[in-house]
Each structure stands twice: as C-alpha cells, then as structure tokens.
Nanobody, 112 residues
Framework: QVQLVESGGGVVQPGGSLRLSCAAS????????MGWYRQAPGKEREFVAH???????NYADSVKGRFTISRDNGKNTVYLQMNSLKPEDTAVYYC??????WGQGTQVTVSS
C-alpha cells in the first residue's frame, strides 16, 4: 500500500519561495496523476496542480506562472516549487496519488 509523506512547508515572507516534496513509500508513482491540493482555514480543499506519468501538467489559475510541479520517478517523489508567494497561498498543502491516496499535509504560511 502506497503511503505519501509531504515535507518542506514553513513560514516565508511575501515574495519568497518554498519547495514542497511528496515521497511515496510502499510502491511507485506509477500511471495516472500525482497532484497537490491545499486547504486554507475555513475553506474547502482546492486543486493546485497535477502532473501525469507522461509529464504533462496543469495548474490552477491562481498559481499559474508562480508554481511548478515536477516528478522524479526514480526517487518516487513529486515536488512543488512555489515562487512569488502571496499571503493568500497560506494553507495546508496535500499531496495525492490519483486522488485516492493522500498525505497528511504540510503547513505553508506566507506572512511578513
């Protein structure tokens, strides 16, 4: 059974950068998509980015041009590079494999 563990969250000032990692254990990333979602306090979980086994990607409009999702199949790891961070990016970020398996989340706080 695949398990996902996120890391890399933290506190950063507006305009700063963070890179999140999602390591899969107990299996491989495989076919289908890997993705990042986020949930801010009092809000529903929302889509951030997907990456497919073909390498194709898609992004939420709110992060397009600032965030980049990538995957390293050899390391069974997916990354989310987040640049030009804004206070509204503050949320718990979750990694998912095919929308079925989810990690425990990592907190990202953007604040001056």
């Amino acid at each position: 059974q695949v398990q996902l563990v996120e890391s890399g969250g933290g506190v950063v000032q507006p305009g700063g950068s963070l890179r999140l990692s999602c390591a899969a254990s107990g299996g491989i990333l495989g076919i289908g998509f890997m993705g990042w979602y986020r949930q801010a306090p009092g809000k529903e979980r929302e889509f951030v980015a997907h990456i497919y086994s073909t390498g194709s990607t898609n992004y939420a409009d709110s992060v397009k041009g600032r965030f980049t999702i990538s995957r390293d199949n050899g390391k069974n790891t997916v990354y989310l590079q987040m640049n030009s961070l804004k206070p509204e990016d503050t949320a718990v970020y979750y990694c998912t494999r095919r929308g079925i398996t989810w990690g425990q989340g990592t907190q990202v706080t953007v604040s001056s």
